[in-house]
């Protein structure tokens, strides 16, 4: 009985340091723009990996099975060969656009691909330029060698 009682007390207590570095971690997340996303979810990853080695259980293999599980997905998520043809750049234009629509045709003619995202960080009408995160893809080579020269003329 007083051995019960020491297990789920070192049990609960894991729990809530997990909640708690969970909660810092999330803060963290938000009031940083210097992560990427990936590597909020490596952090998240290893959170979980690091709760689930401290947490004692009596099934030692669904402890190592859940880390295998949280390593497979990441390993998959992360795989070169899933998202090969997106890309993600941000970029400071030499005009300052206002209309969301000619800014997608205008950074589709640059990169020669088909932008999914484009998000303005800052528009400065003073110095008419626009500094833009840009999320695309593209499709096989003859896109990419197409896409060479316009960066050049950009860059002009």
Known sequence: MWLASISASNVGAGLGLGLALFG??????????????????YYFSALALGILGALSTT??????????LILVV???????RLLRHYRHQIMVLDSAVTDHV????QLE?????????????????VNETTVVDVRYSVKGRATRASATPAKAGAAR
Do not use: C, K, N, Y
């Not at 990441?74 to 070169?80: A, E, R, S």
């Not at 020669?112 to 998000?119: C, D, L, P, S």
């Open 59 to 68: 099934s030692v293999w669904l402890s190592a099975g859940l880390m295998g």
């Open 24 to 41: 810092v971690l999330s803060i963290i997340r938000l009031r940083s723009t210097e992560l990427d996303q990936h590597e909020v979810a």
């Open 74 to 80: 990441m390993f998959l998520g992360d795989h070169p």
């Open 102 to 105: 000619t800014l997608v045709a």
């Open 109 to 125: 003619q640059l990169l020669g691909a088909r932008v999914h995202v484009a998000t303005v960080q800052r528009l400065d009408l």
